[in-house]
């Protein structure tokens, strides 16, 4: 079973950054799309960003401007960079990955926490 692996996550003052990185256990194959999901405490899962095997991205409006992912294809890996961070930013984040007939694996989360 691959497992997914998300580090980079901590707390920052409001503004600064922060850069996620997201590791698969072993190779994989049939890559769709990468993405980043956020849920801050009482909220639902969102969207904040996907990238597809064809390198299409896509951003969640709210961070629109602000954060850029990028992928490495050969090493397995996503990366999330978080710029001029918020308050409303604070969350939980996992990264995904959606393979060609098995559906999605999920990370289990790192804590980013933006302080005002």
């Known amino acids: 079973q691959v497992q997914l692996v998300e580090s980079g996550g901590g707390s920052v003052q409001a503004g600064g950054s922060l850069r996620l990185s997201c590791t698969a256990s072993?190779?994989?194959?049939?890559?769709?799309?990468r993405a980043w999901y956020r849920q801050a405490p009482g909220k639902q899962r969102e969207l904040v960003a996907v990238i597809t095997a064809g390198e299409g991205i896509n951003y969640a409006e709210s961070v629109e401007g602000r954060f850029a992912i990028s992928g490495d294809n050969d090493r397995n890996l996503v990366y999330l960079q978080m710029n001029s961070l918020r308050p409303e930013d604070t969350a939980v984040y996992y990264c995904?990955?959606?393979?060609?007939?098995?559906?999605?694996?999920w990370g289990q989360g790192t804590q980013v926490t933006v302080s005002s």
């Open positions: 072993r190779d994989i194959f049939g890559v769709i799309s």
């Open positions: 995904t990955v959606t393979l060609i007939a098995r559906g999605t694996l």
